[in-house]
């Protein structure tokens, strides 16, 4: 069964910092783009960042640029979001998820995990 679980999600004060981590289990992802959306509340999920499989190509989206990097480990079946300077709007469910395209399109990602919370409490 493939599957994906996040983690590293939590409660921080605006200006903080926080590490998402997402394991896939079930068969390797090493050759497949991951990447990580979120969803606030009231609002539709939304791409955050995207890295490709021999983890030399990102892309995030503007909202993000300079404050977060995402990284992958592709021995570990890995992928990261280190989350910096973090903000009230930053707020929501964490999801990573596995494409075969190289894209920020949500319906293009196959795999997806169940989301981590992160708050940013002002």
């Known amino acids: 069964q493939v599957q994906l679980v996040e983690s590293g999600g939590g409660l921080v004060q605006a200006g903080g910092s926080l590490r998402l981590s997402c394991v896939g289990s079930?068969?390797?992802?090493?050759?497949?783009?991951m990447g990580w959306f979120r969803q606030a509340p009231g609002k539709q999920r939304e791409f955050v960042a995207t890295i490709w499989w021999l983890g030399d190509s990102t892309r995030y989206a503007d909202s993000v640029k300079g404050r977060f990097t995402i990284s992958r480990d592709n021995a570990k079946n890995t992928v990261y979001l280190q989350m910096n300077r973090l903000k009230p709007e930053d707020t929501g469910r964490y999801y990573c998820a596995v494409s075969s395209s190289w894209s920020e399109a949500e319906r293009l990602y196959d795999f997806w995990g169940q989301g981590t919370q992160v708050t940013v409490s002002s």
């Open positions: 079930g068969r390797t992802f090493s050759r497949n783009v």
